[in-house]
């Protein structure tokens, strides 16, 4: 599966279990680096991902906040191999 239809299929998943993905831009020169990574925002679960990371990097962010925060919903259905293989191992690519 191309890395972009993944990230597609993933972003649909975060959506569908209601996790709040927020892409950011790099920050300018003199300001701190931007990372990947996951929040609380007054009690919901948020998922910043960096145009700064590589999208391997930004897949396996999305795919370790699924696997952490999506309560089960994803145990019983169906998603594409590529997809289930991600996630099963807990989204280390």
Do not use: F, N
Request: charged share 20%.
């Amino acid at each position: 599966m191309q890395q972009a239809s993944l990230m597609q299929a993933l972003l649909d998943l975060a959506d569908e279990v209601g996790l709040e993905v927020r892409a950011v831009r790099a920050g300018g020169e003199g300001e701190p680096p931007l990372a990947s990574g996951v929040c609380r925002v007054k009690g919901r679960v948020w998922l910043v991902l960096s145009s700064a990371d590589p999208v391997d990097v930004q897949i396996s962010t999305l795919a370790e906040a699924l696997v952490a925060h999506s309560g089960g919903a994803l145990e019983d259905r169906y998603l594409p191999p590529a997809v289930r293989a991600l996630l099963d191992r807990g989204g280390a690519g």
